[in-house]
């Protein structure tokens, strides 16, 4: 059977016309462009490295070590002397702390009374003592003056009051004599006259805690001196002390009303002596080896400040423990957990050298990225290394 072929109405192909192939070749070269951007754009951020260098701060670290000092040198000590004093003192102190409340009280001072006479001169107690302005005061026991010569003692006013107080040089005549002897035998003021008006405030402990401190230092200084006078080594220039407070005692009670107390202590003083190269060579030592594993000395043979701790004391045997803490300048060797990278990642060279240097332990901060021409940090956090100088 034979097919007959119609003709499409309206003089048209049944089929569409295939598309112009210039299109074809436009849509193709995008693609292929697009795709050489996104490589090269990949070969670009794969290619970015960089290397943070961290010049790390020098820091205040605190090592505690420990060593033996004797006298009868053996391995592992120090050569060194070990004394011990028992020392005591009475001190006079004033109340300052609170409201003062005026008294009035009796004057008193020591005055010192010269005889010129070529005999000695017998006084007795309460014998009057006048000073130019008719001031009467009275010695407050028996003395005899040597002939040509003085004898200190202590005086008091014949009545109660301020005016009786003085703080300059007073002469005195002694009523009681002759004329013609008192000339021969008279008295001057050595101290200030005080006492005919105090002002009083409550004695408290942390008075007596002042006092306490103070004069437990002026018995410290006493005992270094003693201490090292008895040991005798010029050699052993250095030493370090321990002290025990044996007994104390206040003329005042907590609470009382006064204006000056006596405080009295005795103190057990035991002294620790050793030569200053020999004690720094050990420490030295053993500082290095006791060294955080992370940290070494910012300056190898660099000073340290000492502190000293006399521990378990033998003072027979002359022997002693002391723990010593030693602070020396450390600087990090690794910088593990030091920078956040997170916080430089993407950033402009600038931006995040100074991010990185206001980091607690930089002290400064160098960045290096390679291709060199590129001026911000890759985003890659593994593209990032830190390390330290």
């Known amino acids: 059977m034979a097919i007959r072929h119609q003709k499409h109405r309206g003089g048209r192909d049944p089929f569409p016309a295939p598309p112009i192939s210039g ?9 292929i462009g697009l795709t050489v951007v996104i490589v090269l754009a990949a070969l670009w951020f794969s290619s970015v490295r960089a290397t943070v260098w961290i010049t ?4 205040s670290t605190p090592i505690n070590v420990s060593m033996a000092i004797t006298r009868n040198h053996a391995d592992g000590t120090l050569y060194g002397r070990v004394v011990q004093g028992v020392f005591e003192r009475v ?13 009035t009280g009796v004057s008193m001072g020591t005055v010192r009374i010269t005889n010129t006479n070529s005999q000695p001169q017998a006084l007795v107690k309460t014998t009057r003592l006048l000073t130019n302005d008719e001031r009467l005061y009275r010695i407050s026991e028996n003395v005899t003056v040597p002939a040509k010569g003085t004898i200190d003692v202590k005086a008091y006013a014949d009545e109660t009051g301020p005016t009786f107080d003085f703080t300059n040089k007073q002469k005195f005549t002694i009523p009681g004599l002759s004329d013609s002897m008192q000339k021969l035998v008279y008295a001057e003021s050595v101290t200030p006259f005080t006492g005919g008006e105090r002002n009083i405030r409550v004695f408290t402990q942390e008075d007596a805690d002042a006092s306490a401190k103070v004069l437990q230092d002026a018995i410290l200084e006493e005992a270094k001196k003693t201490l090292r006078a008895n ?26 009303e006064t204006d000056a107390y006596l405080m009295s202590m005795k103190l057990n003083v035991t002294g620790v002596f050793y030569a200053k190269q020999d004690l720094n060579a050990a420490i030295q030592s ?7 594993k992370d940290r070494k000395l910012a300056t190898a043979g660099e000073s340290m400040k000492l502190s000293f701790d006399v521990k378990d004391v033998d003072a027979a045997n002359e ?17 593990e957990g030091l920078v956040d990278k997170t916080i430089i990642l993407g950033q402009p060279i600038a931006d995040a050298q100074r991010l990185i240097e206001k980091i607690n332990g930089v002290e400064s901060a160098e960045i290096i990225v390679k291709p060199s021409w590129v001026r911000r940090l890759p985003t890659l956090k593994d593209h990032v290394t830190v390390k330290v100088r």
Do not use: C
């Not at 040991?231 to 009382?256: F, H, P, Q, W």
């Not at 053993?286 to 955080?292: A, C, G, T, W």
């Open 23 to 31: 299109l074809y070749q436009k849509i193709a070269m995008s693609f």
């Open 231 to 256: 040991i005798g080594e010029a050699s052993l220039s250095e030493g370090t002390y321990r002290t025990e407070i044996v007994d104390k005692n206040t003329s005042a009670t907590i609470g009382d």
């Open 56 to 59: 790390p701060s020098r820091e």
């Open 286 to 292: 053993l500082v290095e080896k006791s060294i955080p």
């Open 319 to 335: 022997k002693a423990n002391i723990d010593v803490t030693a602070e020396v300048l450390t600087k990090r060797t690794s910088a």
């Open 91 to 103: 001190q006079e102190f004033q109340v300052t702390k609170g409201d003062a409340k005026k008294v």
